[in-house]
Every structure is written in C-alpha cells, then in structure tokens.
C-alpha cells in the first residue's frame, strides 16, 4: 500500500523551531518529487515547498522563504520540513504529498499524507 | 504570482444534480491545472491533471476542461459521496497556487 505518515508536529512558541518527517511507503520514493501542504484551521489550502528527486532542487512559498528547509534522504525513504522562526501565521495541519509523475515532476499530487498539526503559540 | 479564483463559494445542490465549478487564473497558464476534493477531516484526493485528464480510480461523472484563463469541473449527476470542498491547483511556474475553495453543499 502507498502511504505517508507525518509526524513532528506539535505546540511551539513563536520563534522556536519544529522538524516535521514523512515516512513513505509503497513506492520508489527517490524517483518522485515531493512537496509539503499546509492548511490553517478552517481555511484553504497553501503550497508551501516542493523537492525534486535528487534533493538539488527546491522551492518555496514566499511566506515561508528563509525560515522553511525542505530536504529528503532517499535511503531513509523520508521527507523532512525543517521550520525555524515559527509566526502564529504559520499554525495549520502540514501534509506531505507525492507527485503524481516520474521521474520528470508533474507538480499535481496524488498521494497524500494525514497530516500533522503544527500550532505555534505563547 | 498567479492568484486562482474560484466560484461560486458554495454551491447548494441536489442528489443526481449537475454541478459546475469555475477556476479562473490571473493569468495564462496552458492546460496545468488540477482539481481536489476534500472531505472534512480528510486529506485532499486529486481529481483532474492538466485541466481535462482523470486521475486513477476517479469515476467519469467528474470532468475538467479549459485552457488559459478559465476552467471548469463539471460533476455530472452528484452521488452522496460527493459533497466535499474542491480547489484548483496550477503548475505554470513558481510558487505552486491553490485556489481558495468551493463548498458543494446539500441543498
């Protein structure tokens, strides 16, 4: 069975730091990229970072540029999302999620994590 | 940065009904637009790829079309299992967008 299970999340104060995993299952995972989604409480949701398959290149969400760190360790089979100088802006459910295409991304995501929350408050 | 707008917000509809949902980007982006839907409590599920193409397992009832600007999905006749928030997702470049959501709700 294909599968992503998050963990890592948890409260923090605002400016503290929380590394978020996602263990895949199921699949090659170095042949995929990979992205993490996140969703504030009753809202929509938000692109935050995405990795291709060699851990090279990445992108971000203006609003988490500087202050995220997405990175992979192919042998491990695990996605991270390093946050540091967390803001209250930034509390929300955080999915990670597979590409639906390999090797060449095709930026749309079909396999999808729970989700871990992320609360970030005094 | 391209911003996605969907409409209506919320649509009330019937069982067996004909749902259209509209996504509109603030600019051109091809085909490279996917739809999701997500059911409270759960992770979202992809149905569309590149604005016209159904992911595996998803039923035929759901369809996606448009190019550029303007993009639909189309739920032919609504089942239960259906009622659900769907969003919009583009591809065109970086950042990644989504859209803010439309709720089909039961009329």
């Known amino acids: 069975e294909v599968q992503l299970v998050e963990s890592g999340g948890g409260l923090v104060q605002p400016g503290g730091s929380l590394r978020l995993s996602c263990a895949a299952s199921?699949?090659?995972?170095?042949?995929?990229?990979m992205a993490w989604v996140r969703q504030a409480p009753g809202k929509g949701l938000e692109w935050v970072s995405s990795?291709?398959?060699?851990?090279?290149?990445?992108n971000y969400a203006d609003s988490v540029k500087g202050r995220f760190t997405i990175s992979r360790d192919n042998s491990k089979n695990t996605l991270y999302l390093q946050m540091n100088s967390l803001r209250a802006e930034d509390t929300a459910i955080y999915y990670c999620?597979?590409?639906?295409?390999?090797?060449?991304?095709?930026?749309?995501?079909?396999?999808w994590g729970q989700g871990t929350m992320v609360t970030v408050s005094s | 940065e391209i911003v996605l707008t969907q409409s209506p917000a919320t649509l009330s509809l019937s069982p067996g009904e004909r749902a259209t949902l509209s996504c509109r980007a603030s600019q051109s982006i091809s085909t490279y637009l996917a739809w999701y839907q997500q059911k409270p409590g759960q992770a979202p599920r992809l149905l569309i790829y590149d604005a016209s193409n159904r992911a595996t397992g998803i039923p035929a009832r759901f369809s996606g079309s448009g190019s550029g600007t303007d993009f639909t999905l189309t739920i032919s006749s609504l089942e239960p299992e259906d009622f659900a928030v769907y969003y919009c997702q583009h591809r065109n470049n970086w950042p990644l967008s989504f859209g803010g959501g439309t709720k089909v709700e039961i009329k």
């Open positions: 990795i291709l398959i060699s851990g090279d290149s990445t």
């Open positions: 999620s597979k590409d639906r295409m390999a090797p060449s991304p095709g930026y749309a995501f079909d396999i």
């Open positions: 199921g699949f090659s995972f170095s042949s995929y990229a």
